[in-house]
């Protein structure tokens, strides 16, 4: 039987994870690790058969270390990632390195959490580093290979992270990078200045007003997201915000929508047929894993998230057009 931890947290939410939870054959332990917890599932078993076809699913009844499957893949984006960040972020842009240097401000007051300015690096790192250097271009080579295996010619990446972690501030981090490098570089072809975010209903929907920078509370200033000197250019941004349902299809309308399952998206798109139309966008995620066509048994993460208050084993997690149908 998998023990008690009376006290689960082992880390800061605003700093790199440096200890986790030790899983051996009989579940979680009390005995502690050194360094992060490495990306990783547990793999499910099938229900009992005794159901009936139409209750059949996976289920984790059994959280031991031979059901860890690793994410290979994840992993390694993670030690290039964390080799760029010690390293003091070579080759970004200067405004790429404005905003990471402000974002890790040791005098901030609105600190940011780990995991979400982890999500970004990564993202900086996807578009700005990794066709320059021989572990990134595999990484890319591969990126490439998973989404024309499951979804031919339209090439996206998503991040995995778990309630209450702050998607939407990772939202407005991505629109602001995206934004000033587009002000600062008008013909980079890596950066975009039009946004389409697509909310699984009206109520998130309109929570993300936050995300316009004419909005009183907007993240932007809120959060501390952007200098105060650079957040001027942040009107030049376009974005829409949309519910999901839009892109369903509708027989009755004529209408036939898009893949209704958007996630960000690092490189420029075709131009899309909404407000921002004749200009390239990108794509930000659904807010809830519930729309992502799959059953989710929010446990699994439990003792992970828990480490660091919910911060901990948060990893930019690569995901194709497969799993998220």
Avoid at 227 to 232: A, C, F, G, V
Wanted: one cysteine or more; hydrophobic letters at 40%.
């Amino acid at each position: 039987m998998a023990n008690v931890i009376e006290n689960p947290i082992l880390n800061s939410p605003y700093e790199a994870p440096t200890r986790h939870w030790k899983f051996d054959d009989d579940g979680i332990t009390d005995q502690v690790l050194q360094g992060r917890r490495p990306s990783a599932y547990f793999m499910p078993i099938p229900a009992a058969k005794r159901r009936q076809a139409a209750q059949a699913q996976l289920e984790f009844v059994e959280w031991t270390k031979d059901r860890i499957e690793e994410t290979r893949f994840v992993n390694e984006i993670r030690v290039a990632v964390n080799r760029w960040r010690l390293e003091g972020w070579p080759g970004a842009t200067a405004t790429t390195r404005i905003l990471l240097e402000h974002w890790n401000a040791p005098e901030r007051e609105r600190k940011l959490f780990f995991c979400q300015i982890g999500a970004v690096e990564t993202a900086m790192w996807l578009a700005e580093i990794a066709g320059k250097a021989g572990v990134g271009r595999y990484i890319l080579s591969e990126l490439e290979r998973y989404n024309e295996d499951a979804n031919p010619g339209l090439f996206r990446v998503a991040h995995k992270m778990a309630t209450g972690t702050g998607k939407t501030a990772v939202m407005s981090m991505i629109i602001a990078w995206q934004t000033l490098n587009k002000a600062a570089n008008p013909h980079d072809g890596r950066f975009s200045d039009a946004f389409l975010v697509v909310a699984p209903g009206i109520t998130i929907r309109d929570c993300l007003r936050v995300l316009f920078p004419s909005d009183a509370e907007n993240y932007y200033r809120g959060l501390d997201i952007v200098p105060s000197h650079l957040r001027d250019q942040l009107g030049q941004a376009r974005i829409v915000v949309t519910n999901f349902h839009g892109f369903l299809h509708r027989e009755m309308s004529g209408r036939v929508g898009a893949d209704p399952l958007a996630v960000v998206s690092f490189r420029p798109l075709k131009p899309m047929q909404h407000d921002v139309s004749g200009a390239t966008a990108q794509l930000l995620p659904l807010r809830a894993a519930c729309y992502l066509g799959c059953k989710i048994d929010w446990k699994i993460a439990s003792y992970c998230c828990l480490e660091s208050l919910a911060a901990t084993s948060i990893w930019p997690m690569v995901l194709t057009g497969t799993l998220l149908r």
